[in-house]
């Protein structure tokens, strides 16, 4: 059974930090091309963030967190994490995590809220 677990978001101030993870259930690593973030502000598009290769660890970000946040997968489980540094108000969103398997199929996790505060 296929089973997406967020968590990690919340408030914080201004220039404060979270660390998102995804954790996922009923794949195996193998079967797994890329695990990664979206997120969505209030009266704007969505937009991507992140994302992870799992076979080559190879990462990618969006020009707006770059240097800032961090992706990585866990080399034991099927999941991934994004860390997120230096936030600011633009920051805010839902950040919705997805994973792509190497057939092409995509699954979307439930999404977790990042409020940023000045």
């Known amino acids: 059974q296929v089973q997406f677990v967020e968590s990690g978001g919340g408030l914080v101030q201004a220039g404060g930090s979270l660390n998102l993870s995804c954790a996922t259930s009923?794949?195996?690593?193998?079967?797994?091309?890329?695990i990664g973030w979206y997120r969505q502000a209030p009266g704007k598009q969505r937009e991507w963030v992140a994302t992870?290769?799992?076979?080559?660890?190879?990462?990618n970000y969006a020009d707006s967190v770059k240097g800032r946040f961090t992706i990585r997968r866990d080399n034991a489980k099927p999941n991934a994490y994004l860390q997120m540094n230096s936030l600011n108000p633009e920051d805010t969103a839902v950040y919705s995590c997805?994973?792509?398997?190497?057939?092409?199929?995509?699954?979307w996790g439930q999404g977790t809220q990042v409020t940023v505060s000045l």
């Open positions: 997805y994973l792509t398997l190497i057939g092409g199929s995509r699954f």
């Open positions: 009923g794949f195996t690593s193998s079967s797994i091309a890329s």
């Open positions: 992870v290769t799992f076979n080559s660890e190879t990462t």
